[in-house]
């Protein structure tokens, strides 16, 4: 059984800055990349970031290239997404999800998903 903990949503105004975690535990074996999705209310989930576990593979969405970062510490199961110059409407909850066997934007690639960690960004 594979667990994803997200941490690190908050509420904060535009232009600052917030760092979400992801931690992964169980069969981690089993997944070569992780990736950020987040869902605004009323709008469907769209992709964020991904990263590979080996090699440093990594992808963005157009809507965040430049001010968002995904990192990875392997050691600890953890991926990081760093958030600078944030906007009103990167208002969500994101989620991250792991099971994929390479970096996708598409959600069906990953089987295994977070509860999610609210994000708020005031104008």
């Known amino acids: 059984q594979v667990q994803l903990v997200e941490s690190g949503g908050g509420l904060v105004q535009a232009g600052g800055s917030l760092r979400l975690s992801c931690v992964v535990s169980?069969?981690?074996?089993?997944?070569?990349?992780v990736g950020w999705f987040r869902q605004a209310p009323g709008k469907g989930r769209e992709f964020v970031a991904a990263?590979?576990?080996?090699?440093?593979?990594?992808d963005y969405a157009d809507s965040v290239k430049g001010r968002f970062t995904i990192s990875s510490d392997n050691a600890e199961n953890t991926v990081h997404l760093q958030m600078n110059s944030l906007i009103p409407e990167d208002t969500a909850v994101y989620h991250c999800?792991?099971?994929?066997?390479?970096?996708?934007?598409?959600?069906?690639?990953?089987?295994?998903w977070g509860q999610g960690t609210q994000v708020t960004v005031s104008s």
């Open positions: 999800a792991s099971g994929a066997q390479y970096v996708s934007r598409r959600q069906g690639t990953y089987n295994y």
């Open positions: 990263i590979s576990w080996a090699g440093g593979a990594k």
């Open positions: 169980g069969r981690t074996f089993s997944s070569r990349a």
